[in-house]
């Protein structure tokens, strides 16, 4: 049941220089109720949220936590409050360098009423007692580092649940788990609900929002532009609400390829897996999805060069293809947008045109100089192309939304011709409405290359892919032809029925 309003803002506007990002903002958290915001990159969803955690001073409105005035000005403070935030970059959440029983309780080891000798055995007993109620089974002893990236969202979302928070904010927190640990974490925030924490919960998945939502308020240019809290929810009002317009959901034109670029011919990617064969054409877009852990990144990275196959062969038009590095790889016209843009992608202190322009300085160059007005035009194409938000190419990283930094590492590798373009998780937190635009360029620019997607969810594929692959335990068990597909039969293999010949 719906309790009072334990988190209230009020007309909350920002602005950064003579951008007004914030237009006036007003929102109230219920006890016991998940509300889900919705809001294209640059709707103003990551200020709110940033306000609200202490991290950002607001330049208008007021705020109320359980009926007194809230104000935080640091994270810290905020969380003393009982605001706590899980931000999507997972890094903001845990130390990477120390083990996962110092993370859970590293804010009491570290806060003002820090116990003056540190006791090791103590502190896993309180980090085992919080990975308890989370489920989590892994080593406590284990550095954080040396997780797989769905682990460390667990840890970061344990480790927040450990402040006992009365407002528990979770921004995109299932884009790196598997459906079982989403389940896990689904299952957590209906025992949250019950308990009277006030959750908002920032997703664009539908599979999500329909599983968690008791309200849904839809964001746009800075202002809310949209409630939906009228049984039965109104999913697709929300999404047109944030989008401003109708959507139209577009079939797939098929194109199917007679001309192979890539050819994989029994590629075993891990001890115990069942090999890969399989061709990708000329001008074709295969999306290759299935759960988190079932070797799509590991599959990508070895097209890519950066990790061995332990058995099979590959051709790249015809001529043996065998890259022992990323280098040889992107020397033989195969690019990759690795999975995390933040670790593995873009680079902070770099502004746009520097960002694109990175992996090719040495084709950009003549005699060891870069030619700037190459790298100025190279960046400024890519920026009208893809609609990247933006004043110029100029602009740092760091000023743009998430969805627009996404645009930024896919225009990096589309600047040049490319035999077989590999996108790990392209649309991971990114928006219904930068998901589309970029899927509409991968398909306009598709001739020429084979264009592979690695992707989680089932609609991404669908909205983009020719031809649809399943993985599963590290190999391939289907195929399906983006026309009239089994649905049934797709989720299925998805969950990991038998295998299907789908050399």
Same mark, same amino acid.
């Given at each position: ?38 809001? !294209? ?29 809230? !104000? ?8 003393? !409050? ?296 190279? !960046? ?124």
């Amino acid at each position: 049941m719906v309790g009072n309003a334990v988190f209230r803002a009020e007309g909350l506007r920002k602005s950064f220089g003579r951008t007004e990002v914030l237009g006036g903002v007003s929102l109230a958290l219920h006890a016991g109720e998940v509300t889900v915001l919705m809001g !294209a990159n640059g709707a103003g969803k990551s200020t709110f949220v940033k306000i609200i955690s202490g991290v950002y001073e607001r330049g208008g409105g007021t705020m109320d936590l359980a009926g007194r005035e809230f !104000a935080p000005t640091t994270p810290a403070e905020a969380i003393r !409050a009982g605001v706590v935030t899980v931000h999507q970059n997972i890094n903001d959440g845990v130390v990477a360098d120390l083990d996962v029983a110092t993370n859970l309780t590293l804010d009491r080891l570290s806060g003002a009423n820090a116990p003056m000798l540190f006791n090791p055995a103590r502190v896993r007993r309180e980090a085992r007692a919080v990975a308890d109620r989370m489920g989590l089974a892994f080593d406590l002893k284990a550095r954080v580092s040396d997780l797989s990236l769905a682990d460390r969202q667990m840890v970061a979302i344990a480790r927040a649940l450990a402040h006992q928070p009365k407002v528990l904010i979770l921004d995109e927190p299932t884009s790196s788990l598997s459906s079982a640990e989403a389940d896990r974490l689904f299952a957590l925030i209906d025992r949250l609900r019950e308990q009277g924490v006030a959750i908002l919960y920032i997703s664009h998945r539908m599979s999500d929002i329909r599983r968690l939502a008791d309200r849904i308020v839809s964001m746009r240019d800075g202002v809310v532009s949209g409630v939906f809290d009228s049984k039965p929810l109104d999913y697709e009002g929300a999404v047109n609400a944030m989008l401003g317009r109708k959507i139209h959901l577009d079939r797939i034109v098929v194109r199917d390829s007679a001309k192979p670029i890539l050819t994989i011919d029994g590629l075993r990617i891990a001890q115990g897996a069942k090999p890969i064969s399989l061709t990708l054409g000329d001008g074709e877009v295969v999306a290759i999805t299935g759960l988190v852990g079932v070797g799509k990144t590991a599959l990508a990275e070895t097209l890519f060069g950066v990790r061995k196959p332990l058995a099979g062969a590959m051709t790249m038009n015809g001529m043996p293809y065998a890259p022992r590095s990323a280098g040889d790889a992107i020397a033989a016209g195969v690019f990759l947008v690795a999975k995390d843009r933040g670790e593995n992608g873009i680079v902070g202190g770099f502004n746009i045109q520097e960002n694109i322009s990175l992996p090719f300085h040495k084709r950009m160059s003549r005699f060891a100089v870069l030619k700037r007005r190459l790298e100025r035009a190279t !960046a400024r194409r890519q920026i009208k192309e893809l609609g990247i938000v933006c004043r110029s190419e100029k602009d740092e990283m760091s000023s743009l939304s998430g969805g627009n930094q996404q645009k930024v590492m896919v225009g990096r590798w589309m600047a040049q011709d490319a035999t077989l373009f590999i996108l790990d998780e392209p649309f991971q937190g990114v928006d219904i409405s930068a998901r589309r635009d970029i899927a509409a360029k991968l398909r306009a620019s598709a001739g020429g290359r084979a264009t592979l997607l690695f992707v989680t969810e089932i609609d991404e594929a669908l909205e983009t892919a020719d031809r649809i692959l399943v993985m599963s335990e590290q190999t391939i068990v289907g195929e399906h032809r983006n026309a009239d597909v089994d649905l049934d039969r797709l989720l299925a293999e998805v969950a990991g029925g038998p295998l299907h010949n789908a050399a």
